[in-house]
């Protein structure tokens, strides 16, 4: 009979959001109905007579329910803030495209490789940088309302800052050790140990993802 | 039957703190008083109740906690506060004087 009244209050709570408070409302309900139940039986109604008084008298549970969706309202994305942040990632792709050709135009047309690895290094770092701007700069998801959805939600964003963090690092850590790796092997010739620069360079990503990981598990 | 009942839904936050002013109660509990109290003849509904619960306890009437029972479902306790009792008084007030007016009217 729990059930025949737990799935009478969940269908009136149906479209109300799962929050803390519309589920604590919707155990208080029950609780009390039941209570109500059982005093009925001990009163000697059977259990549909029983059950047929308690949910006569609930009433109509629209204006609790309503007043429970009212504050569950999310704020919509901030369009002008997506529009810069998308700006930004484009300059940065950009600037990284442009990197190796800086070198390449240097070395071939100027004679000046020394140039066109300062130039190609700055250029990488001025699109790191960039992300790295974007990926901080991001808004967090701030909680609305206690309950598991919101946490979550919160939970989530803290991940993927951390995950943006990841990436624009990595993606420049790789690209460098490319330009590293060709430029050391054509400078000196030394083609058969030069490889061992994307073990160092592997070791180094696993370090930062440690570092990021780490400094996560200390703010909890 | 329907004016008196009218009249009643109009004062179901006042019969709720005057249950509270006695003891902190729960929702089952205070209306099975004030059945008690009418002899069967006045029950709440379940949706006035506990919307009254949430006004209530919006404007700071009241407050609520959860029973410790260790058998059956958890219960939400209410507590009338300061500012309920001396919301409950001006109510008192109010109402003795509609009814002067009332009886003085019809």
């Known amino acids: 009979m729990l059930n025949r009244i737990r799935s009478y209050i969940n269908t009136a709570f149906t479209d109300v959001p799962k929050t803390k408070k519309s589920i604590e409302l919707q155990e208080e ?8 139940f059982n005093d009925q039986l001990a009163q000697g109604q059977n259990e549909d007579e029983a059950y047929t008084a308690v949910i006569a008298n609930i ?10 969706r ?39 047309v100027l004679q000046q490789e020394i140039l066109g690895l300062l130039l190609m290094f700055i250029f990488i770092a001025g699109a790191t940088g960039i992300l790295i701007y974007n990926a901080a700069s991001k808004p967090r998801y701030l909680k ?6 919101e946490e979550f939600k919160e939970f989530k964003a803290a991940k993927n ?19 590293i790796y060709f430029y050391l092997s054509f400078m000196t010739g030394s083609w058969a140990f030069s490889w061992i620069i994307f073990i160092i360079a592997a070791a180094v990503q696993n370090i930062i993802k440690a570092v990021i990981t780490m400094r996560h598990s200390n703010e909890k | ?18 249950a509270l002013l006695e003891k902190d109660s729960y929702g089952y509990e205070i209306n099975k ?28 009437y009241i407050s609520s906690y959860w029973g410790d029972e260790t058998t059956g479902a958890r219960r939400r306790y209410y507590k009338i ?24 009217l019809i």
């Open chain 1, 29 to 36: 309900l029950i609780a009390n109905l039941m209570e109500k």
């Open chain 1, 59 to 68: 009433g109509d549970l629209s204006e609790l329910t309503e007043s429970l």
């Open chain 2, 1 to 18: 039957m329907n004016i008196t009942s009218d009249i009643l839904r109009g004062h179901t936050e006042t019969i709720i703190l005057k």
């Open chain 1, 161 to 179: 800052k951390d995950k943006a963090w990841l990436e624009s690092i990595s993606s420049a850590l790789w690209l460098i050790t490319v330009a």
């Open chain 2, 81 to 104: 506060t300061a500012e309920g009792r001396i919301f409950y008084l001006k109510s008192r007030e109010d109402w003795d004087k509609a009814k002067q007016l009332i009886e003085t």
């Open chain 2, 33 to 60: 008083r004030i059945q008690e109290k009418t002899d069967n003849q006045f029950e709440l509904k379940e949706a006035t109740l506990y919307s009254a619960f949430r006004r209530l306890e919006g404007d700071g």
């Open chain 1, 70 to 108: 009212e504050h569950h309202v999310l704020s919509p994305e901030n369009p002008v803030e997506r529009k810069k942040i998308a700006l930004r990632i484009s300059i940065a792709v950009m600037l990284y495209i442009l990197s190796p050709m800086a070198l390449i135009f240097s070395a071939e």
């Open chain 1, 144 to 149: 609305e309302e206690e309950s598991m959805i």
